[in-house]
């Protein structure tokens, strides 16, 4: 390995990973600061996520890297990826491109509000799902 | 139970808790829109959160109920509570005391920021540790 890959490497394997290979990853709007959603990484996905300079999760029920966007086209474009004290928790800011983010077509997935009992939807929805996936 | 209590134990029960029992939880300024850090809640904590208006989180290292601020004074004050659209990971809009959330004394725990393949930090200690901790 050459300096430059070894300090490549470093940095992921700095990252605490859970029992399956996994840490949390937050997506924020670099712009707004809004909390976009929530999802989880592994270290290829991490990889990936800083060499394309977009968004790469890994999706717990496919069982495979999610190019965040690939068929809405909602893409998230990677402005600075930040980690916790303890190295096991991820934090992306990034710009939302469509502006939205979450698959029921709000901007956000945290559209839900706890006010009363009750959990209330406070966000519209900006676009319908179908408009999104509907050409697929 | 009243139709009241019915009601309140609904909103807990709609949480998708993973198999621990534990759910995601992010606490963000509120005012700024800082992300402050990152934890674990089970149901208690979030019911607790929600009755003292103040953070409770769910320490899985001392696996007990874990009040932020207990021992530092560092409490976050409830604004507002979120979940996400798969009812899965919660959004606390908080006010944080002390100004600092972290244990490092910083203001949030995600002061390392990923440049030239490695973690860099990025944002001061405001008080140091020993001043936090140091009277227990």
Redesign the interface.
Known sequence: MTE?EE??M??LD?VKYNEDGLV?A?A?DAE????M??AWMNRESLQQT?EKNEVVYYSRSRQQLWHKGESSGHTQLLK????????D?I?LMIEQVGGIA???G?AS??????AD???QTVEDVLKSPEEIYGDQ
């Open positions: 430059y300090k490549y470093n940095w700095e949390p937050i924020q707004t600061g809004k909390i959603m929530f800083v600075e990826v930040r980690i916790d004290c303890d190295n928790v934090l979450c698959h029921t709000r997935c945290f559209f839900k509000r706890y009992g009750e959990w």
